[in-house]
C-alpha cells in the first residue's frame, strides 16, 4: 500500500529574501540589545516618541492658547505647575510636552532630506568618476567648509518663518559630510571583483548602483542617519532661539526664545530656562547613542564600548 504526501513547495526567490532579511534583523538586534548604552537611548526615545504621540491626552489640546492660561506668568513650580508658568501663564510642563513633536519632526524629516542628498550625490559621485564626480564633489566640499549654522540661517531668513523652511534650511545644508562617507564607501564597494562581473555580464549603471552599491552602503546610511537626527534637533532648536522659527508653534526652541525675551535668566527663574534645554541635551544624547550603538553592530572594528 502505497501512501502519497503533498510536496511542499520549495520557497521562491522572493521567499528567500525575505527570509535572508528576516535573519539579518534578528541578528541586528542580537547584537544590539548587547550594548547597555544603545538600549538606554532607546528607551529613552520610545518614551519621547510615545510622549508626543499621547499630547493631547497628556496635556490637552487647549494648553498652548494664551487666552485660556491657567495660573499667573512666571509662576514658580508648585504641585499645580510641577514646572512652573511662562510670561502668559500657560503651565511649562504642557508647553514642555507640545515642543516634543515639534522637535521630533523637526529632525526625523530634516534627517531625511539631509541623508537623502547626501546618499544620492555620494553615490553618483563615486560610481561617475569623470567630471561629473569631480564637479560635484567641489561642490560638495564648498558647502562643507561653510559654517552649517551661518548658511542655515540665512536660508531660514530669505523664506517664510514655518516648520518647513527650518526643515528645508537644516536639510539643504546637514548634507555634505554623508555625501564624502557614501562616496568613500561606494568606491569600496565599485573596487570590488563582482562590480566588473556584473559590468561585463551587461549590468547597466543604474543595476549596478541599485542591486550592489546602495545594500551595501546602507549600513552606513542607517548609522548617520542617527547621528544627523540629533544635529538637526539642535539646529532647530538654535534658529528657533534665536527668533528663525515659527511663531505660531511651540517648540523647545522656541520656549528658550521666549524665556530670554521674558528675561529669565537676569530675573533668575530657571524654571524657564532649564526644563527645555535639559530635553534638547537628553533627546540629542538618546539619539547619539544609539547612532553610535548601530556603528559599532554595523562595522565590529570600531570597538564601541558596551
Same mark, same amino acid.
Given at each position: 500500500? #502505497?501512501?502519497?504526501?503533498?510536496?511542499?513547495? $520549495?520557497?521562491?526567490?522572493?521567499?528567500?529574501?525575505?527570509?535572508?532579511?528576516?535573519?539579518?534583523? %534578528?541578528?541586528?538586534?542580537?547584537?544590539?540589545?548587547? @550594548?547597555?548604552? +544603545?538600549?538606554?537611548?532607546?528607551?529613552?526615545?520610545?518614551?519621547?516618541?510615545?510622549?508626543?504621540? $499621547? $499630547?493631547?491626552?497628556?496635556?490637552?489640546?487647549?494648553?498652548? !492658547?494664551?487666552?485660556?492660561?491657567?495660573?499667573?506668568?512666571?509662576? $514658580?513650580?508648585?504641585? %499645580?505647575?510641577? =514646572?512652573?508658568?511662562?510670561?502668559?501663564?500657560?503651565?511649562?510642563?504642557?508647553?514642555?510636552?507640545?515642543? #516634543?513633536?515639534? &522637535?521630533?519632526?523637526? +529632525?526625523?524629516?530634516?534627517?531625511? =532630506?539631509?541623508?537623502?542628498?547626501?546618499?544620492?550625490?555620494?553615490?553618483?559621485?563615486? @560610481?561617475?568618476?569623470?567630471?561629473?564626480?569631480?564637479?560635484?564633489?567641489?561642490?560638495?566640499?564648498?558647502?562643507?567648509?561653510?559654517?552649517?549654522?551661518?548658511?542655515?540661517?540665512?536660508?531660514?531668513?530669505?523664506?517664510?518663518?514655518?516648520?518647513?523652511?527650518?526643515?528645508?534650511?537644516? +536639510?539643504?545644508? #546637514?548634507?555634505?559630510?554623508?555625501?564624502?562617507?557614501?562616496?568613500?564607501? #561606494?568606491? !569600496?564597494?565599485?573596487?570590488?571583483?563582482?562590480?566588473?562581473?556584473?559590468?561585463?555580464?551587461?549590468?547597466? @549603471?543604474? @543595476?549596478?548602483?541599485?542591486?550592489?552599491?546602495?545594500?551595501?552602503?546602507?549600513?552606513?546610511?542607517?548609522?548617520?542617519?542617527?547621528?544627523?537626527?540629533?544635529?538637526?534637533?539642535?539646529?532647530? %532648536?538654535?534658529?528657533?532661539?534665536?527668533?528663525?522659527?515659527?511663531?505660531?508653534?511651540?517648540?523647545? +526652541?522656541?520656549?528658550?526664545?521666549?524665556?530670554?525675551?521674558?528675561?529669565?535668566?537676569? &530675573?533668575?527663574?530657571?524654571?524657564?530656562?532649564?526644563?527645555?534645554?535639559? %530635553?534638547?541635551?537628553?533627546?540629542?544624547?538618546?539619539?547619539?547613542?544609539?547612532?553610535?550603538?548601530?556603528? &559599532?553592530?554595523?562595522?565590529?572594528?570600531?570597538?564601541?564600548?558596551?
Amino acid at each position: 500500500m #502505497t501512501t502519497t504526501t503533498d510536496a511542499v513547495p $520549495a520557497p521562491g526567490p522572493g521567499g528567500h529574501a525575505r527570509a535572508r532579511r528576516r535573519q539579518a534583523v %534578528a541578528r541586528f538586534w542580537l547584537q544590539y540589545r548587547g @550594548h547597555r548604552a +544603545g538600549l538606554a537611548g532607546l528607551t529613552v526615545l520610545a518614551l519621547i516618541a510615545v510622549t508626543a504621540l $499621547a $499630547a493631547p491626552w497628556l496635556v490637552g489640546a487647549d494648553s498652548q !492658547s494664551v487666552t485660556a492660561a491657567p495660573g499667573r506668568a512666571l509662576e $514658580a513650580p508648585s504641585a %499645580a505647575f510641577p =514646572l512652573g508658568t511662562d510670561q502668559f501663564g500657560r503651565s511649562l510642563l504642557a508647553l514642555l510636552v507640545w515642543g #516634543t513633536r515639534v &522637535s521630533l519632526t523637526v +529632525g526625523l524629516l530634516a534627517a531625511f =532630506l539631509s541623508v537623502a542628498i547626501g546618499t544620492l550625490v555620494g553615490v553618483t559621485a563615486g @560610481h561617475f568618476k569623470g567630471w561629473y564626480g569631480n564637479v560635484v564633489m567641489r561642490i560638495t566640499d564648498w558647502f562643507l567648509v561653510m559654517p552649517t549654522l551661518v548658511l542655515a540661517i540665512a536660508l531660514a531668513t530669505v523664506l517664510s518663518r514655518s516648520v518647513w523652511t527650518t526643515i528645508l534650511a537644516i +536639510g539643504v545644508t #546637514t548634507w555634505p559630510t554623508t555625501a564624502r562617507l557614501v562616496r568613500a564607501q #561606494t568606491l !569600496s564597494v565599485e573596487a570590488r571583483p563582482y562590480i566588473e562581473r556584473s559590468r561585463a555580464l551587461g549590468g547597466g @549603471h543604474r @543595476h549596478i548602483m541599485s542591486r550592489h552599491v546602495l545594500p551595501n552602503v546602507m549600513p552606513l546610511v542607517l548609522a548617520q542617519t542617527t547621528l544627523v537626527i540629533s544635529t538637526a534637533i539642535l539646529t532647530e %532648536a538654535t534658529l528657533a532661539f534665536l527668533g528663525l522659527g515659527d511663531p505660531t508653534i511651540v517648540s523647545w +526652541g522656541g520656549l528658550l526664545q521666549d524665556a530670554r525675551e521674558a528675561g529669565a535668566v537676569s &530675573s533668575g527663574n530657571w524654571w524657564y530656562l532649564a526644563p527645555p534645554g535639559l %530635553a534638547i541635551a537628553v533627546v540629542a544624547l538618546a539619539f547619539t547613542l544609539c547612532g553610535r550603538t548601530v556603528e &559599532s553592530v554595523l562595522n565590529p572594528k570600531l570597538g564601541v564600548s558596551r
